[in-house]
């Protein structure tokens, strides 16, 4: 059944990535087809617009003919890891349509599990091995393994006394284990995962001996299962899960994210577009996107996601190394262009119209002190359309850190310009903050600012902010000037008598030992 010539993007699985991409699309506002087996998986999906469920399970003849007549282009398979024949069928369904295939891969946390519980622990290769296994071993059994191979532990001596079967609440599977003989107290239906408490309380309540589960990770709480069972002095089997590839739900999104863009315009020829229009039609995603101070964890969550559905980033070296985490695991990469001036931004972006979205990096906010001004008053010169997304700006981060409230404080700048020192200082300002750059810029500052009898005031150096060797230092300027600095280097001055951190020891330790006192990143605080 075709329902919106729209979505070109189908998900196979009712599993918990299943139900996340579903989340994502609907967030995003992607239009994508979901396939679960299951009413029970259906109603865990988001009822949204621009998600259409089928119900079912199907053949790779079957999956064919879905993909064929609903025309999708991109499909996502994040069916169960053990599902090894619908993996296949969906593969080869997709070959043979010529649709993209992207193998949603579960994070992998379950060898660790293992490994951390070796005692009394058995695997096997399959269901059929484990059934073995267990002939073998006295004692009752919680099978947690899902209602379609419990059959496999049907041939088992007193199978109907022995077995407790824990399966999804769906009606169809609860009859479906009824019909195999697993019924009443032996029949537990509940939809997980479930906490390491609880599986503890049904290991008690039903008095087994073994517990039987896949190595499913973390989506499946497989780690929860282990230390129960650990807890409770059972056995475990564990079948274990062939090795496969693919991508993180996270590189999935991105996929979806990049696939959703291109495919909102249609094709047309290039000749003639302005480099505000990519050259498969449509307005391009032109982005200038301030990163923080640099590693990934200081990014917005809009950044990251335009990172990760990018198909280009320009930036200095270093933004282009900050922004590498968010390509992992993606297909197709991103071009990496080391260009971040407004005259080799825009060269870049008029000779790829081909580029959907391009992502311009710069550090700190895009709106303070960023070379993200300039190149946005060149791309408007120029005609191509853009938008600016900010980013942590060092002060902020550095006030943070500080525990100290900044909207009162002036801000000056001696990165890239000259800044007159003896005018600054005759300004009076009890507190300010100070951009510095350069090799050792802030050892210069603070050798102008005592040359120009600002020697007592006391200065906060932040350096590296963000980065594992960030140091924060306090002490006066004329003691400052001595030392060496990093080139990424923020100051806090401020008069005497104005607190420069929020604990006033820090002061005081420097005023008593006449010199500094250095704060690590983590507010502890070491005299010098």
């Not at 496969?244 to 696939?259: H, Q």
Request: glycine share 12%.
């Amino acid at each position: 059944m075709r329902m919106n010539s729209a979505c070109r993007i189908a998900i196979f699985g009712g599993t918990a990535e299943g139900r996340i991409l579903a989340e994502f699309c609907a967030k995003r506002r992607i239009p994508a087809w979901v396939s679960v087996v299951s009413e029970y998986g259906r109603s865990l999906l988001p009822d949204a617009p621009g998600i259409f469920v089928t119900c079912g399970a199907m053949e790779q003849s079957g999956m064919q003919a879905f993909l064929r007549e609903n025309g999708i282009r991109l499909c996502v398979d994040a069916t169960h890891p053990y599902a090894e024949k619908a993996s296949g069928n969906i593969f080869h369904a997709c070959e043979t349509e010529h649709v993209r295939y992207l193998r949603c891969k579960r994070e992998e946390e379950e060898s660790a599990a293992r490994r951390a519980f070796p005692g009394g622990v058995h695997t096997a290769a399959n269901v059929r091995e484990a059934a073995a296994f267990l002939e073998t071993v006295p004692g009752d059994i919680l099978v947690t393994t899902g209602s379609r191979e419990l059959a496999a532990f049907t041939g088992l001596t007193d199978y109907r006394e022995r077995i407790f079967a824990r399966v999804l609440p769906d009606s169809g599977v609860i009859r479906e284990c009824e019909a195999l003989g697993i019924r009443g107290t032996h029949l537990i239906a509940m939809q997980g995962p479930f906490s390491q408490d609880l599986n503890e309380a049904m290991i008690r309540q039903t008095g087994v001996s073994w517990l039987v589960t896949k190595e499913s990770g973390r989506a499946g709480g497989f780690e929860e299962k282990m230390a129960a069972a650990a807890a409770c002095g059972i056995g475990t089997v564990v079948i274990r899960r062939s090795g496969e590839t693919g991508l993180s739900v996270e590189a999935v999104c991105g996929e979806l994210l990049a696939f959703a863009r291109e495919a909102s315009a249609p094709g047309r020829e290039s000749a003639g577009k302005t480099g505000g229009e990519a050259e498969n039609g449509g307005e391009r995603d032109i982005i200038l996107a301030g990163i923080g101070m640099g590693p990934a964890g200081q990014m917005t969550l809009e950044v990251w996601e335009a990172l990760q559905g990018c198909d280009a980033v320009l930036g200095a070296k270093r933004m282009l190394e900050a922004a590498k985490a968010a390509f992992h695991g993606r297909e197709k990469q991103p071009a990496r262009i080391a260009a971040y001036m407004e005259d080799e931004v825009t060269e870049e972006l008029k000779a790829h119209p081909e580029w959907r979205r391009a992502v311009i990096l710069y550090s700190g906010d895009s709106g303070f002190y960023s070379g993200a001004s300039r190149v946005s008053a060149r791309l408007e010169r120029e005609g191509i359309a853009f938008r600016i997304l900010p980013g942590i700006a060092s002060i902020s981060f550095l006030a943070a850190r500080m525990k100290k409230s900044w909207e009162n404080i002036p801000v000056y700048t001696a990165h890239g310009r000259s800044l007159d020192v003896r005018e600054l200082i005759s300004r009076g300002e009890p507190e300010m903050f100070v951009l510095t750059g350069g090799k050792n810029g802030a050892g210069s500052f603070c050798r102008e600012l005592t040359e120009a009898g600002g020697g007592d005031i006391l200065v906060t150096a932040g350096e590296n902010l963000a980065y594992p060797g960030e140091r924060i230092r306090s002490g006066r300027a004329r003691d400052m000037a001595e030392e060496a600095f990093s080139p990424l280097c923020l100051l806090y001055l401020s008069r005497p008598g104005t607190e420069p951190c929020a604990d006033a020891a820090v002061k005081e330790k420097a005023d008593r030992n006449g010199g500094q006192a250095v704060c690590s990143g983590q507010g502890e605080e070491t005299v010098l």
